[in-house]
């Protein structure tokens, strides 16, 4: 097998894993990502709490782009982009349960007791 073969197979199983991890954490394809011959995929994940997250592999770059609350980050070790979307989930978690505390809070307040 020649150098670049070898390369080629490296990006191609690379993309792979990418794709099992983010469908395994909620994220989708984007429409085309299979038919595409291009050198990126797009992986996407909304939720009411963060927004959208979007995820870019690109098979000439080792690693993924991630681009969440208005920021892009860039990771090439799956244990750090896991932390990362656990960190940001978990955030959105406590401000959420803020909010829905207060919101209840004021709404016993103003029962007549």
Do not use: W
């Not at 690109?58 to 980050?73: F, H, P």
């Not at 090439?76 to 990362?84: I, Q, R, S, Y």
């Amino acid at each position: 097998m020649t150098h670049h073969k070898k390369k080629k197979r490296l990006c191609v199983d690379k993309m792979s894993m990418y794709r099992s991890y983010f469908l395994k954490n909620g994220f989708y394809a984007k429409k085309g990502n299979e038919k595409a011959s291009n050198s990126e995929k797009v992986y996407i994940k909304h939720t009411s709490e963060i927004g959208g997250i979007y995820a870019v592999v690109q098979s000439d770059r080792k690693g993924v782009k991630i681009m969440a609350e208005g920021s892009e980050l860039f990771f090439n070790n799956f244990d750090k982009l896991d932390g990362f979307l656990n960190r940001l989930q978990q955030t959105k978690h406590d401000f959420m349960r803020i909010l829905r505390r207060k919101n209840i809070s004021q709404k016993l307040r103003m029962l007549d007791l």
